[in-house]
């Protein structure tokens, strides 16, 4: 934590969810902590949790009223335009299975879509869309 700036409640948020995460109480946590800056081998488990709270409190929570964690989404018009040229291309595959470029399309318009709404996979990216143009509707 020493490399981490941060305030004194932080640094007690951290210390017990590291120790939360390594089964040990926040008072063990913080020994093991001080006696690891000793030179005693810290356990490797240990070593993990904090390590883990750390990358945690790194992370901004997401803002409260967004969509699944997005704190920016498209425009309305955008996110209609994409989601709509998505199902043209899965229709156009579904009428030609074996086209290769009814296939490029639907993987770029696909990667669009979840690019545009910051989700990994195509069903979040699509759920996504409809939730937030039922929501802006």
Same mark, same amino acid.
């Given at each position: 934590?020493?490399?981490?700036?941060?305030?004194?409640?932080?640094?007690?948020?951290? &210390?017990?969810? %590291? $120790?939360?995460? !390594?089964? &040990?109480?926040? %008072? $063990?946590?913080? !020994?093991?902590?001080?006696?690891?800056s000793h030179g005693v081998p810290v356990p490797k488990h240990v070593e993990r949790a904090l390590r883990g709270a750390m990358e945690a409190a790194r992370t901004p929570a997401p803002?409260?009223?967004?969509?699944?964690?997005?704190?920016?989404?498209?425009?309305?018009?955008r996110t209609e335009q994409v989601l709509a040229e998505f199902r043209k291309c899965q229709a156009l595959l579904a009428a030609a299975p074996s086209d290769r470029s009814a296939r490029q399309a639907l993987d770029d318009a696909a990667?669009?879509?979840?690019?545009?709404l910051g989700r990994t996979t195509?069903?979040?990216?699509?759920?996504?869309?409809?939730?937030?143009?039922?929501a802006s509707a």
């Open positions: 934590m020493a490399m981490t700036p941060c305030s004194r409640r932080d640094a007690k948020r951290i &210390l017990a969810l %590291a $120790a939360e995460s !390594a089964h &040990l109480t926040p %008072a $063990a946590m913080a !020994a093991t902590m001080v006696a690891g803002p409260s009223g967004t969509l699944r964690g997005v704190a920016l989404l498209p425009s309305r018009p990667y669009t879509l979840c690019v545009l195509v069903h979040e990216a699509v759920d996504a869309a409809e939730q937030h143009l039922a």
